[in-house]
């Protein structure tokens, strides 16, 4: 073997061991592809506080309109929108600009909740399903025919989750929950995978 692969062999075998060591909780210097942290049609999102409502979401993207995460927001404020279904400008603009708008179906199109959303400054707009009692229906989000450009993601979240984050959140008397999104859910330990809400399955 020659002298320089011997040390290419070497110094390649130290990297892999010191990344084994860290495990989980190795954190990349750049954003890693983002590709890797959508499935399909399906987004997780890491509720991290308040704590009593802390595990794992499932969401799903919008079907034709929206864009993708450009990067992962961690300990961004998820805010529910005021007015909450969405269908006028927020007023509680200051609170939604740089965060997670919360919105709830219903009143108007998805479309609309979402354009209301950006323009109050969101990065992004989870909008949850009307009937608080929906732990499993799932809903094709599709563009409204105006063909208005909405350039932010948007993200379909089922009615119980919806109801129990923002339930949580008037509870505590606290202007947002804080999230991570979107996850990559392979590089939490097995263990922690299942950390998802009791009331659902998925």
């Not at 009593?52 to 929206?66: C, E, P, Q």
């Not at 007023?91 to 600009?97: D, S």
Request: with cysteine; charged share 20%; proline share 5%.
């Amino acid at each position: 073997m020659h002298l320089e692969t011997f040390i290419a062999f070497i110094i390649l075998s130290l990297y892999s061991i010191n990344s084994n060591c860290h495990g989980s909780k190795v954190k990349l210097a750049t954003t890693p592809n983002i590709d890797v942290l959508e499935y399909g049609d399906a987004v997780f999102m890491e509720v991290v506080e308040p704590e009593v409502i802390s595990y794992l979401f499932k969401l799903r993207r919008a079907k034709n309109f929206g864009a993708d995460f450009g990067k992962q927001h961690f300990g961004i404020a998820l805010v529910p929108g005021d007015p909450y279904h969405g269908c006028s400008r927020l007023n509680n603009y200051n609170l939604v600009a740089n965060s997670v708008a919360l919105l709830q179906r219903g009143g108007c199109s998805f479309v609309t909740k979402t354009y209301h959303a950006e323009l109050a400054g969101a990065v992004a707009v989870v909008i949850t399903d009307q009937d608080e009692a929906n732990d499993q229906g799932i809903v094709d989000m599709i563009q409204d025919g105006t063909e208005r450009d909405v350039s932010i993601p948007a993200l379909y979240l089922l009615g119980k989750d919806g109801y129990m984050i923002k339930k949580t959140i008037e509870q505590y008397n606290l202007p947002n929950a804080v999230v991570n999104i979107p996850i990559n859910i392979t590089s939490i330990p097995i263990q922690q995978r299942h950390n998802r809400p009791p009331w659902v399955l998925w």
